[in-house]
């Protein structure tokens, strides 16, 4: 992560200039399959309640508007309660605010912006941006958006927008969505977003800054300090690179680097973490309980977690009920089997003392045989021994 100043933005810029947050991707509504219905409910509201935290940086650095860089929703079917509950927070933020259509809530028709429920009740400081006519939030400064009117569309998102300059004088603030060409897999999408075309038209101060959306990670492109991605408010994924961020963006008349700095302010509560660990025994079953242990806001934090190595019957059964205990604490913990692989030691001596008999000894013995046969039945049948372990009270 770069950050093109470390000057303060406690106070309004100097001379002629504006100061602004960037904001992008809500996707208010999101539902994520890892999370129970309880876990859910709270972290969707989390995602309203991030509307309420940029409002308030936005008081405290005096910014003159809020742009967002489109995904406001996740879809265009939304529950009306998402939309209300977006309103009532969008009316906590006291400036301006721009809201940017993307590839989850494009224009489309049923969108969500033609719904009754948000023209009845989005503020009147809130501004869609359906189209590219310039808006003008304070004198001196326009914002332009760049809206998505279809799911698929086949070309620039921003290559029209990008084409003519502003008034002499006057800072222009594109917003728009989509993948950079230069960060994009697939170089065959027709609507990239062409990086060269977009540095040479801040080059040419044709754009002042670039607010962009889609990727969830904040991200400064090129070498200008003017084309950025500012994230996620809420993370969704544990690859996603500093979620959590809203950008304070101060922009002033001039091409050097005095003229813009671009700071990020922490307004994100929630962590989705990965981690795989190595297993062969008691001490790496303590320090992943200890990990798992030490861990901050655990009702706000998703782990997905690999576990490779190999344990005794009752080092699986202790894996399992660590794991269980844990989801009970954590918003979840989610087995991530593309990096779940453990082997049992079927000789465990820990089975010999079982207090089973008759049918149910003669089962268990059956169980270890076909782990130690080591083929495509012996995961199950090492689940199943864990299993028949700690039922038979072979775990605390």
Known sequence: MVVTSTTSVSHPPAGAGVRFLHSGDWQLGMMRRFLGPEAQARYGQARIDAIERIGAVAARTGAAFVV?????FDANQ????????????????????????????????????????????????????????PRRPVDGVEVVGAPWRTRRPLADPLAEVASDPPAPGVLRVVVGHGQVDSLAPDLDEPALIRREALERA????????????????????????????????EPTRPEEDHPGEVLVVELRHGT????????????????????????????????????????????RTVVRLGVRGTLSVSGLTRLEMLVDA?????????????????????????????????????AMEELRLAVASGTDDAASAADALALLHRLAGGAA
Do not use: F, M
């Open 68 to 72: 967002v860089a489109g995904d406001v």
């Open 78 to 133: 939304v529950d009306r309660q998402v939309v209300l509950r977006a309103c009532e927070a969008l009316r906590g933020i006291a400036c301006p605010v721009y809201l940017l259509p993307g590839n989850h809530d494009s224009l489309e028709p049923g969108s969500v912006w033609t719904s009754p429920t948000l023209a009845a009740h989005l503020p009147k400081h809130v501004d869609v941006l359906r189209d590219s006519t």
């Open 202 to 233: 801040i080059a040419e101060g044709r754009i002042h800054y670039a607010a962009l959306g889609d990727r969830h990670s904040l991200t400064s492109v090129g070498d200008s300090g003017r084309i950025w991605y500012a994230g996620t408010p």
């Open 256 to 299: 050097d680097a005095s003229a813009r700095t671009v700071t990020p302010e922490r307004v994100g509560t929630w962590r989705l973490l990965s981690r795989v660990v190595e297993v062969d025994g008691d001490d790496s079953l303590d320090s992943l309980a200890s990990w798992l242990g030490e861990q901050p806001d655990k009702t």
């Open 326 to 362: 844990q989801q009970e604490v954590y918003a979840a913990i989610q087995r991530w089997n593309r990096h779940w692989d453990v082997g049992v030691t079927p000789d465990d001596a820990a089975l010999d003392h079982l207090p089973v008999s008759g049918p149910a000894r003669a």
